[in-house]
Every structure is written in structure tokens, then in C-alpha cells.
């Protein structure tokens, strides 16, 4: 993972939590699943006056995690060539950080990792990080384009970015342009359309200041990177 963080005038690092206080008008609990040594953690959302809101709340963000980090899928099954029948194995670790809440919106940044088995012998490992956002009035995902105008000064802002790794290690700047690898518009392009589409690696949430956003880096670099953009 690399982590990019554009540091603007005024913008400060917002604190983030898992249990929260009852300002924002409800309060966050954590809740751990955690299936054939798989662990993930995920919020709930109590002491909302509508409960029906707040049970659509709840499920649209178990749903989410789930969804994205696979656990819930049938395994596939099939005869190896040493007559062995084998089911893949899929082993995830996730944490998650509240990284905005008040009465209107809600966001959370899940990060951990997914180990999956596809052999006695093979086994792949990729960090990864899932950024939900939540309209807390009409219990709708908001997209990135609901916050940011997907555009060439929006990667501009991303190359001017200082990186660390997932470690918290400092990148330098020879070393972070080389993994971002933009080098003409075609590859500004396809960060946008990533970012557009959703694909996989590209994902967002936002604090109270910025937008945190993260994009894909080589797998040797960490698979992805996220950066912090003031607004």
C-alpha cells in the first residue's frame, strides 16, 4: 500500500474511530466476523429514532464489506492434476476506520488483506482497502463523483503528492513517481477511468477536510496507494 497525502494549507489530519459519541445523532458499535480464520471488522450503527433507517443502514454496510472482500462466495472446487479434488480457500483480514460522521453522512475506510489458496502450494496475498460513503437521509452509497470533478487536475493533485507505504514509511519522490508511472495523458486518462468505474484497487471515502482516495500500485509496491486531497 502507498499513501499519498496532499498537504494543503489549513488542511489538518482528522482523527478517526470506531466507537463513536452520540453527536451525529446515533452512536457506532464494532461488530467482528469471523468465519474459518477469516476476521472482519465492520460498524453498526444504534440509537437512530427510525429503526427501520437505521436496520437499512446497518445492512447496507455488512453487505458492502462482505461483498467486497469475498468471504461470503462459493469456493470453487475441481480435481487437481494429481487427483487431488481441492476448493480454493479464500482467508481475509480487515479493519475498518470511520473516517466522517454526522447526521447527514457517514464514511468508512476498510483496509486489511486477502490471502487466497488456489493449491496445496499457491497461495497470493494482496493488500487491499474499500471506502464506503453513506447518505445517512436517503440510505444511498454516494459516489466520488458526488464529492469531485473527475479531471486532469484531480491526478495533477495526485503526482504533486508526498507517499508513504503501508508500514508508514516515507517514499521519496523519485521512487513514488516511478510507481504512480504517469508519463503522458493516456495514463492520466486511465486513472480516471478507474476511479469512474470503480475498478479494482480504486476506491474513496472522505473526512471532514478531504477526500481519501486510493489507487493502484504494482503488487511489489503494495497494490495500492491512498492520498488525502483538501478541499
Not at 50 to 59: C, H
Not at 180 to 198: F, H, P, T
Amino acid at each position: 500500500m502507498l499513501i499519498l497525502v496532499i498537504g494543503l494549507q489549513g488542511c489538518k489530519s482528522v482523527d478517526t474511530l470506531k466507537n463513536s459519541s452520540y453527536g451525529s445523532g446515533y452512536y457506532i458499535e464494532n461488530t467482528v466476523y469471523s468465519p474459518n480464520g477469516s476476521y472482519i471488522e465492520y460498524p453498526q450503527l444504534y440509537g437512530m429514532d427510525d429503526q427501520d433507517v437505521e436496520y437499512k443502514l446497518n445492512n447496507m454496510i455488512k453487505d458492502f464489506i462482505m461483498k467486497k472482500s469475498g468471504i461470503t462466495k462459493e469456493m470453487e472446487t475441481f480435481l487437481l492434476p494429481d487427483g487431488i479434488i481441492w476448493t480454493d480457500i479464500l482467508t481475509v483480514n480487515y479493519n475498518y476506520e470511520i473516517t466522517l460522521q454526522t447526521s447527514e453522512i457517514l464514511s468508512i475506510l476498510f483496509r486489511g488483506s486477502s490471502d487466497f489458496q488456489s493449491s496445496p502450494m499457491d497461495h497470493y496475498t494482496n493488500q487491499e482497502a474499500y471506502g464506503l460513503t453513506i447518505d445517512i437521509k436517503t440510505q444511498t452509497e454516494l459516489k466520488l463523483a458526488d464529492f469531485a470533478s473527475l479531471n486532469e487536475e484531480l491526478v495533477e493533485k495526485i503526482q504533486d503528492a508526498p507517499a508513504v507505504n503501508s508500514f508508514g514509511e516515507n517514499i521519496d519522490e523519485e521512487e513514488k513517481q516511478a510507481m504512480l508511472g504517469i508519463n503522458n495523458i493516456d495514463d492520466k486518462n486511465k486513472i480516471l477511468e478507474g476511479l469512474k468505474n470503480e475498478y479494482a484497487f480504486y476506491t474513496y471515502c472522505i473526512s471532514e477536510k478531504t477526500l481519501i482516495i486510493s489507487i493502484p500500485v504494482a503488487h511489489a509496491s503494495g497494490d495500492y496507494m491512498l492520498l488525502n486531497i483538501c478541499y
